[in-house]
Nanobody, 115 residues
Framework: QVQLVESGGGLVQPGGSLRLSCAAS????????MGWYRQAPGKERVLVAA???????NYADSVKGRFTIFRDNAKNTVYLQMNSLKPEDTAVYYC?????????WGQGTQVTVSS
């Protein structure tokens, strides 16, 4: 079992920045990969960014160059640094981890980009 606790969402103006955090606990030794998905109202949940245990990263085209995913292995935490935010980035962001072929999800954190 893996538990994921997210933090860092909120309201930000267009062009602003936010950092999301996801702390993992439980059977963390087998987690690979970890990442962030988002779901806007009326839309499907989609991948934003992911990072493997070896540090390889993958980004959605819509966030490349603006978002950065990175991890602190000592804290078992993955971060999503979001810069140059746009209104279309507004969504609920979910932390995701895969362990022993099981998908785990955080509770979700709202990110709203609006003036």
């Amino acid at each position: 079992q893996v538990q994921l606790v997210e933090s860092g969402g909120g309201l930000v103006q267009p062009g602003g920045s936010l950092r999301l955090s996801c702390a993992a606990s439980g059977s963390i030794f087998s987690i690979n990969p970890m990442g962030w998905y988002r779901q806007a109202p009326g839309k499907e949940r989609v991948l934003v960014a992911a990072i493997t245990s070896g540090g390889s990263t993958n980004y959605a085209d819509s966030v490349k160059g603006r978002f950065t995913i990175f991890r602190d292995n000592a804290k078992n935490t993955v971060y999503l640094q979001m810069n140059s935010l746009k209104p279309e980035d507004t969504a609920v962001y979910y932390c995701h981890a895969r362990s022993a072929q099981v998908n785990y999800w955080g509770q979700g954190t709202q990110v709203t980009v609006s003036s």
